[in-house]
Every structure is written in structure tokens, then in C-alpha cells.
């Protein structure tokens, strides 16, 4: 498996596997954030998207987005999205695409990476612990705005 940054140019190569994650995550599909993307995939100071690719086909990709927070010395990180394909999931991939993310946040300044799971998705959850996260002392809420 390889792995690169996304650019512009990737963004309908990525839009299968988006709508893939967010159906998996149970997460209502807007065609809208396409322009959200858009976004991303051009300023590399919101953040990255990481694409990972196998045998010269996309096989999965993880977004990235930078906040800042004093608790964590400064920049940290939000790991927003991580999909691999269901045809190599168990291969290890899901690992070297992790560490990959982790590499370039540090790389890119990030004293820490946040990221939420589904409490049901356990292979997940394992991979995450193996890797060095662990479950923050508070819950996270949302508000639209």
C-alpha cells in the first residue's frame, strides 16, 4: 500500500469511497460537501486528506483537520474520516494508513490527534488502542450551526 496527499485534482477519485464511509457510519450522504472538499484539498492549512492506494487503485483515505488547543501545547489535529474498502480491510493496511496520518499531523505541527468512533465497531476501537489512543475523560458533543 501507498499513500500521498490528496490534491484538487483527486476530488471525483474520492467521492465513491466518501459516500462508501458515510453510508458505513451511518452518516446521512450530502452531496454538498463536496464543495468542503474542495476546500481541504486546497489549503493545506485547514488540514489534509490522505489517499491510500493498492495495486494502482484507491483503497481507502483518511481526513485530517487541524484546530488548536492549549491543553495540547497548541496545534492538535482531528482524524475526521478514516475508510478502507471492505476488499482489504484485515491486510494490515489499516495500520500503515494510521501511521502515515500520524506522521504528517506531527509533521505538520500537531501535538495531538482526536477521533470518534462507534462504540459497535470494535475492530476499530482495537486498532485505535494499539496505535496509542485513548479514551479522552470527556464526551463529545455537537451543535450544528
Not at 14 to 34: H, K, M, T, Y
Not at 119 to 138: L, M, Q
Request: hydrophobic share 40%; with cysteine.
Amino acid at each position: 500500500m501507498n499513500t500521498r496527499i490528496a490534491t484538487r485534482s483527486d476530488a471525483d477519485l474520492l467521492l465513491p469511497a466518501l459516500e462508501a464511509f458515510s453510508r458505513e457510519d451511518e452518516i446521512q450522504w450530502n452531496p454538498g460537501c463536496v464543495s468542503g472538499l474542495g476546500t481541504l484539498l486546497q489549503d493545506a492549512t485547514l488540514g489534509f486528506v490522505l489517499i491510500a492506494e493498492h495495486e494502482g487503485r484507491l483503497c481507502g483515505y483518511a481526513i485530517l483537520t487541524y484546530g488548536f488547543d492549549l491543553e495540547f501545547g497548541g496545534r492538535d489535529s482531528y482524524l475526521t474520516e478514516f475508510y478502507l474498502s471492505p476488499a482489504v480491510r484485515g491486510r494490515g493496511f489499516g495500520k500503515q494508513l494510521l501511521d502515515a496520518v500520524e506522521r504528517n499531523a506531527r509533521d505538520n505541527g500537531a501535538n495531538a490527534m482526536h477521533l470518534c468512533v462507534r462504540p459497535e465497531n470494535v475492530v476499530a476501537i482495537n486498532t485505535y488502542r494499539r496505535a496509542g489512543f485513548v479514551r479522552a475523560p470527556r464526551d463529545l458533543f455537537t451543535k450544528t450551526l
